[in-house]
């Protein structure tokens, strides 16, 4: 048997012709229809697209979320690149997100060649969120799958090895909730490629240098330990006493193993229960 990051990506070969910060932004283009990389079209929208992400990233980031080694479909009767929500059971697509898809949907998130740009792109993207990373395991999320793969890449380009990084915590912003690239190329909290996930709640990176903030390493080797560095964390993110909604949301994470499904989850969590930083305990009226 192979190494596990062959076995999760078995195609993701060759060189980058893009710079590897911004290719790492177009490489999963394909999975919006539920393609391999091998069965790929080269170009996108003009852009070279699909190529493999350098070092490593991209298998390391896929053993963060799904299990090396030849997948199970884990959900009967659905193959399809489009995600489902851990939240409500159902497909997270609906008709505006199919259409924009449909119409060229991910052309904001590949063609800029300002890899900066690309991360605040996928960062505040909905069209993203509504695919799966694999069609075997349709809880995962192709928005959180490759901000992940970027936050990898930058910190091993960086010298950086996968036991020296952390999940670090920094607060959510209002901002967030506007979902353009703007306000986070804009925002005080979001660091380029670093930052995976940007809510009104909460705010998370893989980061090397957590600094003074409430922070987990990762582990010593990619796997699907979310739910542990969740735990690990050395202070709380956001205070539970005062909402129900937000113990609700804390007792998943502390379950989901899965980095992508947890992100997404957040994502879906805080935007459906209007969950916002205000001392982390404004919440929609009837689960505060």
Do not use: C
Request: no cysteine; aromatic share 8%; charged share 25%.
């Amino acid at each position: 048997m192979g190494d596990a990051r062959d076995l999760v990506d078995a195609d993701a070969v060759g060189e980058t012709v893009a710079d590897p910060m911004v290719a790492v932004y177009r490489h999963d283009v394909h999975k919006m229809n539920g393609r391999r990389h091998s069965a790929a079209a080269d170009e996108y929208h003009g852009v070279r697209v699909n190529e493999a992400v350098p070092l490593g990233a991209d298998g390391d980031a896929a053993l963060l979320s799904r299990p090396s080694g030849e997948p199970d479909q884990t959900v009967a009767n659905h193959s399809s690149p489009y995600r489902l929500s851990l939240l409500t059971g159902e497909s997270a697509t609906e008709s505006g997100r199919i259409e924009a898809a449909a119409d060229g949907g991910f052309r904001d998130l590949v063609v800029s060649g300002d890899a900066s740009r690309l991360h605040a792109a996928w960062l505040t993207s909905d069209v993203a969120a509504a695919f799966n990373e694999s069609v075997y395991y349709p809880y995962t999320s192709l928005k959180y799958h490759v901000l992940l793969a970027a936050a990898l890449l930058s910190e091993y380009r960086a010298g950086r090895s996968f036991d020296e990084l952390f999940l670090a915590v920094w607060p959510g912003e209002s901002a967030a909730a506007d979902v353009g690239p703007e306000a986070a190329l804009e925002s005080d909290v979001v660091s380029p490629h670093r930052t995976v996930l940007w809510s009104p709640l909460v705010t998370l990176a893989v980061t090397s240098d957590p600094g003074d903030r409430p922070a987990a390493r990762l582990g010593p080797e990619p796997a699907r330990s979310f739910a542990d560095g969740w735990s690990r964390l050395s202070d709380q993110p956001f205070d539970t006493d005062g909402s129900r909604a937000l113990m609700v949301l804390d007792a998943q994470l502390r379950r989901l193993r899965s980095w992508s499904t947890a992100l997404q989850y957040i994502e879906e969590f805080v935007a459906w229960r209007g969950v916002r930083n205000a001392d982390a305990a404004d919440v929609e009226r009837g689960w505060s």
